[in-house]
């Protein structure tokens, strides 16, 4: 079964800091794997997908994620935080293979301090 | 904006009620996907349709139930509705299997 762990529900950063946050997934074999970003009172945009392409997936906004096979992650990294970053993050997860539906983890609220 | 659009955007009902939650997937996608997001199940999958046919199903309970139209657009249907059944209801659409989902803004559904 597709499932994904995303540790830490907020994560708080100054501004102009690193931003980390952690997705492990756990699937038989790789899957597809996406981060999605919602802001208040808005629905989930896609900040960056991977496919079975590059390990390292630049998305939108300045962020990136590295998959990495060995260690089962798709943590999401910023090198620095903008106020405008504060929002709820999630990871998903998809099968390659039938259904393509997401399974999300729980979810990191970031916090971006002046 | 994604380009999903779904209405309305608030609804708000009393338990026993029926309520009906519209989805217009974006222009040239086929497949449509329905998410329950509350405080405490997080964000789940509930069903899917391709092309009209019903895909695939995940936590959806059987006072629930859904349909895509000839013209793609899908309908969610809640009966019954009791007071945990209010969550935000997002609605999603991708082009093919793999590909990335677009969510709409979500219905957020308050049962009293």
């Known amino acids: 079964a597709q499932s994904v762990t995303q540790l830490g529900s907020h994560v708080s950063v100054s501004e102009g800091a690193l931003v980390l946050l952690r997705c492990n997934y756990s699937?038989?074999?790789?899957?597809?794997l996406f981060w999605y970003v919602q802001y208040p009172n808005q629905g989930l945009q896609l900040l960056l997908k991977y496919t079975s392409a590059a390990t390292l997936v630049k998305g939108i906004n300045g962020f990136e994620a590295e998959f990495k096979k060995s260690e089962t992650s798709f943590h999401l990294t910023k090198p620095s935080a903008h106020m405008s970053d504060a929002a709820e993050y999630f990871c998903?997860?998809?099968?390659?293979?039938?259904?393509?539906?997401?399974?999300f983890g729980t979810g990191t609220r970031l916090t971006v301090i002046p | 904006d994604s380009g999903v659009t779904q209405t309305p955007k608030h609804l708000i009902t009393a338990t026993g009620q029926r309520v009906t939650l519209r989805c217009s997937p974006r222009s040239g996608d086929l497949s449509v996907y329905w998410y329950q997001q509350s405080l405490d199940q997080g964000l789940q999958f509930l069903i899917q349709y391709y092309n009209g046919e019903e895909r695939a199903k995940g936590n959806i309970l059987e006072r629930f139930s859904a349909q895509q139209f000839p013209d793609l657009h899908s309908e969610l249907n809640l009966s019954s509705l009791e007071l945990g059944d209010s969550a935000l209801y997002f609605c999603?659409?991708?082009?093919?299997?793999?590909?990335?989902?677009?969510f709409g803004p979500g219905t957020r559904l308050t049962v009293l």
């Open positions: 998903a997860v998809t099968e390659k293979t039938g259904a393509n539906n997401l399974f």
């Open positions: 999603a659409s991708s082009v093919r299997r793999g590909s990335e989902q677009f």
């Open positions: 699937s038989s074999v790789p899957p597809y």
